[in-house]
């Protein structure tokens, strides 16, 4: 199983971005999934999580409101459409899939996707 994120990019303050997340791999499978970052110098951030089968989603209190992650389980990619962004929200983003009876461990992770956002 393989995850590459997409979709960064150098961003106005104000603007919008939807970065995505491609799983491939004929084995994939999920319980969750999930959208982290780590700014420059800082530890890395849970950002909020999606689950599979239903949709649900939930996220960091930091982000509520803000941020929606989604998914197009026939794709097997999962989004996460970030509005409002503020130079604050600048950091590499990171996908990473929790599959089935792993015992709640992101056992997959994406490359990355660089987020910059202009003052």
């Known amino acids: 199983v393989q995850l590459q994120a997409s979709g960064g990019g150098l961003v106005q303050a104000g603007g919008s971005l939807r970065l995505s997340c491609a799983a491939s791999?004929?084995?994939?499978?999920?319980?969750?999934m999930a959208w982290f970052r780590q700014a420059p110098g800082k530890e890395r951030e849970y950002v909020g999580t999606?689950?599979?089968?239903?949709?649900?989603?939930y996220y960091a209190d930091s982000v509520k409101g803000r941020f929606t992650i989604s998914r197009d389980a026939a794709k097997n990619t999962m989004y996460l459409r970030i509005d409002s962004l503020n130079p604050e929200d600048t950091a590499v983003y990171y996908c990473a899939n929790n599959p089935p009876r792993s015992g709640g461990r992101y056992d997959y992770w994406g490359q990355g996707t660089q987020v910059t956002v202009s003052s």
């Open positions: 999606i689950v599979w089968s239903t949709g649900a989603t």
């Open positions: 791999g004929r084995t994939f499978s999920s319980y969750r």
